[in-house]
């Protein structure tokens, strides 16, 4: 079974540019996540997906982040313009709806540096 | 919301040892724990999970034990090898939304 797949898997860009990054889930999987892990720190939620509509994005930065996931599939989170402070590891999970504890799979992430 | 504090940031410890990592959780309606990996470079990996209904639950080497009264949970290898070092990150799910809430993460490197 293939696992998440995001891209890229590293980016670089200067202050006040944009950037986006594309996850495509496993196969089946109808909830989707992104996270953002600063060095150091735990993973934190952005945005939770059901099938192509938004559970929670209470944590999701809305003045520059934007995330959507068309025909409940692939999903896209773009940061425009990026700050200094959200160099991080973007991360993309996705799991069953099914049951309540079902596991989350992680992508690998992609890491961004904004200088 | 749920807070989870994670102890130690590092752990050193030789093959063939334990290594013991504790978390404390705030929100008393947290009902599920999962623990994850993170090897360098890659995504977290689910390697052992506990339910709020459960005290003590064993995989191979590893195991995970709850104190809801105290909340409190904690991660346990035994007999430690090199492919063990990662960083492990224990977490909360509170109620019904999968929401998860993972701790600071510890680094765990074992030494030949």
């Known amino acids: 079974e293939a696992g998440v797949a995001q891209s890229p898997r590293y980016k670089i860009i200067e202050k006040r540019q944009s950037v986006a990054f594309w996850c495509n889930p496993i196969?089946?999987?109808?909830?989707l996540y992104w996270y953002q892990q600063i060095l150091g720190q735990g993973p934190k939620l952005l945005i939770q997906f059901q099938n192509n509509g938004v559970v929670d994005d209470s944590q999701l930065p809305k003045d520059r982040f934007s995330a959507e996931r068309l025909k409940g599939v692939d999903s896209t989170l773009k940061i425009q313009p990026a700050k200094l402070e959200d160099s991080a590891v973007y991360l993309c999970?996705?799991?069953?709806?099914?049951?309540?504890?079902?596991?989350?799979?992680f992508g690998p992430g992609t890491r961004l540096t904004v200088l | 919301g749920e807070n989870v504090e994670q102890h130690p940031s590092t752990l050193s410890v030789q093959e063939g040892d334990s290594a013991v990592i504790k978390c404390t959780y705030s929100d008393s309606a947290s009902n599920y724990f999962p623990w994850y990996k993170q090897e360098l470079g890659k995504g977290p990996q689910l390697i052992i999970d506990i339910r709020s209904n459960v005290g003590e639950k064993k995989d191979q080497r590893i195991a995970v034990t709850l104190n809801k009264t105290a909340k409190h949970f904690s991660l346990h290898i035994t007999e430690t090898q090199p492919e063990d070092s990662a960083v492990y990150f224990c977490?909360?799910?509170?109620?019904?939304?999968?929401?998860?809430?993972f701790g600071t993460g510890t680094r765990l490197q074992v030494t030949l």
């Open positions: 196969s089946g999987h109808a909830t």
């Open positions: 999970a996705s799991r069953t709806i099914t049951g309540f504890y079902n596991e989350q799979f």
């Open positions: 977490a909360a799910i509170t109620g019904t939304a999968s929401k998860l809430t």
